[in-house]
């Protein structure tokens, strides 16, 4: 998985491009855990991935709490059909900013 | 009739992408739907995950996938040899919780349920048996 990192001011935009998998999760945590102390709004970009499995929603939800806790706020950005389609059938279309 | 296709690996994390690799292939050859092709794609992932992280607690062990697609359905079937464990046994998790409410995991074989069209569970001759059916 390709990560890409945009920070203006308080606001990072993480581009993700590749498959959100078991094997790939762990580097979107390890790059948010060292990228979002100051960061205010949190942007993830998913116009080159559209493939999300749990292991991709449990770090979502997990930077979703970090996010909330330092009074900060986090959106999805160019969800696509089949990503939208997990997060409908989990609920997290309710819970999650998307743009 | 189309002939079932078998692949055999140890039961680890790192053969997660020829599992995938295998299914895809399988797909491929019949024409099926990006849709269709990734929901699959994902429900295989979650299940083979749980065999290569939990069904063989004492160390090395097996997994074995079956793959056919027959009168426009598909049909995959994961086999491990590990300690017997039903994954579809587990209740739903509540989907509609807050964000604040939810814990952060639970959320892999509900989504296979919703992925698929069928999923069945048997244990059988020492083995575990997930079979999945979607059709295409």
């Given at each position: 998985?390709?990560?890409?990192?945009?920070?203006?001011?308080?606001?990072?935009?993480?581009?993700?491009?590749?498959?959100?998998?078991?094997?790939?999760?762990?580097?979107?945590?390890?790059?948010?855990?060292?990228?979002?102390?100051?960061?205010?709004?949190?942007?993830?970009?998913?116009?080159?991935?559209?493939?999300?499995?749990?292991?991709?929603?449990?770090?979502?939800?997990?930077?979703?709490?970090?996010?909330?806790?330092?009074?900060?706020?986090?959106?999805?950005?160019?969800?696509?059909?089949?990503?939208?389609?997990?997060?409908?059938?989990?609920?997290?279309?309710?819970?999650?900013?998307?743009? | 009739?189309?002939?079932?296709?078998?692949?055999?690996v140890p039961a680890q994390l790192s053969c997660?992408?020829?599992?995938?690799?295998?299914?895809?292939?399988?797909?491929?050859?019949?024409?099926?739907?990006?849709?269709?092709?990734?929901?699959?794609?994902?429900?295989?992932?979650?299940?083979?995950?749980?065999i290569a992280n939990?069904a063989y607690p004492a160390g090395d062990g097996w997994a074995?996938?079956?793959?056919?697609?027959?009168?426009?359905?598909?049909?995959?079937?994961?086999?491990d040899g590990g300690?017997?464990?039903?994954?579809?046994?587990?209740?739903?998790?509540?989907?509609?919780?807050?964000?604040?409410?939810?814990?952060?995991?639970?959320?892999?074989?509900?989504?296979?349920?919703?992925?698929?069209?069928?999923?069945?569970?048997?244990?059988?001759?020492?083995?575990?048996?997930?079979?999945?059916?979607?059709?295409?």
């Open positions: 998985m390709l990560l890409t990192k945009e920070k203006n001011g308080n606001e990072l935009t993480v581009h993700l491009s590749g498959e959100l998998n078991t094997l790939t999760a762990p580097e979107l945590s390890a790059l948010l855990d060292s990228a979002l102390k100051d960061v205010q709004r949190l942007t993830l970009d998913f116009a080159a991935c559209d493939y999300v499995s749990s292991a991709g929603l449990r770090v979502l939800l997990a930077t979703f709490k970090q996010m909330k806790a330092a009074k900060g706020t986090m959106c999805l950005s160019h969800v696509g059909e089949n990503f939208m389609d997990v997060l409908q059938n989990t609920g997290l279309d309710a819970v999650f900013e998307i743009q | 009739m189309a002939a079932e296709q078998v692949l055999r997660m992408d020829e599992v995938l690799a295998f299914v895809s292939a399988i797909l491929d050859a019949h024409g099926c739907t990006p849709q269709a092709r990734t929901q699959l794609r994902m429900a295989m992932e979650e299940l083979y995950v749980n939990y074995e996938i079956r793959g056919v697609v027959e009168d426009g359905v598909a049909i995959f079937t994961l086999i300690m017997p464990f039903d994954p579809l046994a587990k209740p739903d998790p509540d989907v509609l919780l807050s964000g604040e409410e939810r814990g952060i995991g639970g959320l892999g074989i509900y989504m296979v349920k919703s992925m698929v069209d069928a999923v069945e569970y048997v244990y059988r001759d020492g083995c575990n048996r997930l079979t999945l059916r979607k059709k295409l």
